[in-house]
Every structure is written in structure tokens, then in C-alpha cells.
């Protein structure tokens, strides 16, 4: 047993709480590393870096061939908003696929930069009705592309996203993909899931850190979205026009950030690429959904709709129990949990990804008892 294990305190590499998290995450310390130095935006080290970076990107969903890695400055949503203001024609029609948060995000996305928008609602807990999906895309021939979650952090749940893909490619109508939480630890292969664009970030399943957005985008689909963007800095058309003219961006790209993510997606290689990052983070994910169910916590979601991302666990009903006082508590121990974000269920959720491993999960568990003890917590029952 590690001392981490005995005493329930949690740090990272470099002394810091560990994030258990959906992100940003802990990272390791080579990562942070990375950014101890400076480039020039259009210095040719930087460039090639860069590029390395959108190739490597590209070649884990299998799509060199079909699809330009666009990079988007700022966070995963400016990404999102990006691929719909770009794909998206400005006569089209978006369906948005909702069972949380980010779905309700994209929706709003599609109000505010006046992209006609329709949704088709499911529970937190439940994925997107299949056979209603089907129904509606028959139903309304205005509908040009539908937007699906691969995983929605609001509940953890696995949306079924090559289901989704086959029946909108029956249809005749375009994918556009939120991966933002599951990009590089769960499987997702262009050359079978079609997809017309791929939205996610470097400070998720990567393990960068903040900063950078990309856009995986079929590579005709894009060429015809030249003028549809309704901003300029978000335009992805335009981004990788100057790209690839240029080999540069637009506007000043977060070098620190790519130094980052560059050593990360080395590490992720290294760690045996999507394969073996999602074997760490479903083990993680295991030993923490046992060890919360030997303790009697509630899951949100059963087994088979669970992403090895983020769980989410139903409030205790105990009235000794607190959640202000059980974060403080994990926090103090070196352990950042999240709270929760449904509507369905008071809750609160502990994310399985970031560069942590078993003996994590295993002091989070034992920094969980001492909290609970602490609290005078007898039943963690919701």
C-alpha cells in the first residue's frame, strides 16, 4: 500500500491537487515542461511543431486522408461554435441531440448566431431516442445537419454516436460531433463513423492543458463553407485557408499551449495511443465506481451507458452529509471533485481521466472515508 493509499492525501507530479475532474486536468510534469520556453509565432521550430501537432490530431480518428485538422484558439466551446458557424450554412437548420448541458450549449450557439436550430430532448440519464431521431429527419427536410455529444459530462453518459452517424448518413444529412470528452480515449474512426466535422480541445482526454480547440473538418464540406461563418475569428474556412497558404494563423495562436500539447500527444503515443489511454482511464474508472458502490453511493447511470470519463453519484440523503463540507474536506486532502449539473437528480461527479492512475482512485476512495467520518456520515443512500 502506498502512502497515498494509507493516508487518503492526493498530488500530482508537482505537489499540486490532483483534478478529478472532466477538465481542465492534471497533467504531468513533462507537459508543464514544455511551456518553460518561448518561440516566435511564425518561427519555423513553432510551425513544425504545429504542424506535427494537426497530423498526429488527425491520425487518431483515422482521418488524414479525408478530413483537415483546423486549430481554433480558446477554449472547447470556441471550437463547437466554430464548426456550427462554420458548417452549418446560414439557410440550414441544425438538429441538436440534448441529454445535458452541452447539448442545451450548442443550441443556444445556433440562437445566438442565427442558425435556425431544433432539438430533440432526452432525460439526463437517457441517451438520444434513436427511432425519433429517424422520425424527425423524415418529417423535416429543412434539417441540413444534426449535432451529437459523444459524451456528455453533465451525467457522464456514452451517447451512441455511430448509431446516430449511420442513421444521418441514411438521411442524406451531415454529423457534426461535440468529441470534446472523449477525444483520444474512446475509439472514433472517420473511415467508419461518418462525420462531417469533429469538435474537441488539448486539455481533455490528451492531457494538455487549456487553450487550443480544433475542428476535424471533411475536407470538401469545408472548402464549400468559404463566407458562412457569421464571425471572423471563428471562421474555420478561413483559418485553414491561411494555413495552408502560410503554414501560419490568422491571429496569434497559443504557443505555449501547443508546446504543451505536443509533448502530450507524444506521452499519449507512448501510452499506446487511443487503445491504451482509454484502458487506463476505464480501469480508473472502474476501481472508483466499485470502491463508491462498496461504500454505498448510487450511481446516476448503469453500467452500459457509463463513459470511462466522469461518474456521476446521487446526493447521500443523510442530513449529516454536506457537499460544501465533503469538497472542502477532499480538497484539504488533495482531491478537486465537481459538483453536479443535473436537472433529474441532486448528484455530484468525480472524474476517471488526467494523468492519474489505480493508486489515485484508491487514495480519492480513502480520502472519502476520513472525509465522511469526519461529517459523522452513517448511510451515503441516496
Known amino acids: 500500500m502506498t502512502d497515498r493509499e494509507a493516508d487518503g492525501r492526493g498530488a500530482s507530479e508537482t505537489g499540486d491537487p490532483l483534478l478529478l475532474t472532466p477538465g481542465p486536468l492534471t497533467t504531468s510534469a ?6 518553460l520556453h518561448d518561440w516566435g509565432s511564425r518561427d519555423r521550430t513553432f510551425l513544425e511543431m ?11 480518428a483515422n482521418a488524414t486522408a479525408t478530413h483537415a485538422c483546423v486549430p481554433m484558439q480558446g477554449s472547447g466551446t470556441f471550437a463547437v461554435e466554430a464548426m456550427i458557424g462554420t458548417m452549418v450554412p446560414r ?30 430532448e432526452t432525460p439526463e440519464d437517457t441517451p438520444p431516442d434513436l427511432a425519433a431521431l429517424e422520425r424527425r429527419l423524415a418529417e423535416d427536410q429543412a434539417i441540413t445537419h444534426v449535432l451529437a455529444v459523444q459524451c456528455e459530462t453533465t451525467s457522464g453518459i456514452l451517447n451512441p454516436v455511430e448509431e446516430i452517424a449511420t442513421l444521418v448518413a441514411d438521411a442524406g444529412r451531415a454529423l457534426l460531433i461535440d468529441a470534446m470528452s472523449a477525444f483520444g480515449a474512446l475509439p472514433l474512426d472517420a473511415g467508419e463513423v461518418p ?17 487550443l480547440g480544433f475542428v476535424l473538418c471533411e475536407r470538401g464540406a469545408l472548402a464549400a463553407a468559404a463566407g458562412n461563418a457569421p464571425s471572423l475569428a471563428l471562421d474555420l474556412a478561413d483559418q485553414q485557408a491561411v494555413l495552408e497558404k502560410t ?14 500539447l505536443d509533448q502530450a500527444i507524444a506521452e499519449h503515443a507512448a501510452e499506446g495511443g487511443v ?20 461504500r454505498g453511493f ?3 447511470l448503469p453500467d452500459e451507458l457509463q463513459a470511462p470519463i466522469i461518474v456521476t453519484f446521487r446526493m447521500p440523503a443523510d442530513p449529516a452529509f454536506d457537499f460544501t463540507r465533503f469538497y472542502d474536506g477532499l480538497a484539504a486532502r488533495g482531491y478537486l471533485i465537481y459538483p453536479g449539473k443535473l436537472t433529474v437528480a441532486e448528484s455530484f461527479r468525480i472524474g476517471c481521466i488526467g494523468r492519474l492512475a489505480r493508486a489515485d482512485m484508491e487514495g ?19
Do not use: W
Open 50 to 60: 504545429n504542424e506535427r501537432v494537426l497530423a498526429r490530431i488527425a491520425g487518431m
Open 298 to 300: 448510487e450511481t446516476l
Open 275 to 294: 487503445t491504451g489511454r482509454g484502458a487506463r482511464y476505464a480501469e480508473n474508472c472502474q476501481v472508483l465506481v466499485d470502491g463508491m458502490r462498496t
Open 247 to 260: 503554414g501560419q494563423y490568422r491571429f496569434t495562436p497559443p504557443i505555449h499551449v501547443i508546446a504543451a
Open 91 to 120: 439557410d440550414g437548420k441544425l438538429l441538436v441531440l440534448v441529454n445535458g448541458a452541452y447539448g442545451t450549449r450548442a443550441a443556444r450557439i445556433c440562437a445566438r448566431i442565427g442558425r435556425a436550430v431544433a432539438t430533440l
Open 195 to 211: 462525420f462531417q466535422a469533429l469538435a474537441a480541445s488539448s486539455n481533455k482526454c490528451l492531457e494538455g492543458v487549456p487553450g
Open 30 to 35: 513533462s507537459v508543464k515542461r514544455a511551456m
Open 364 to 382: 480519492a476512495l480513502a480520502a472519502v472515508d476520513a472525509v465522511l467520518a469526519e461529517m459523522g456520515v452513517t448511510s451515503v443512500a441516496a
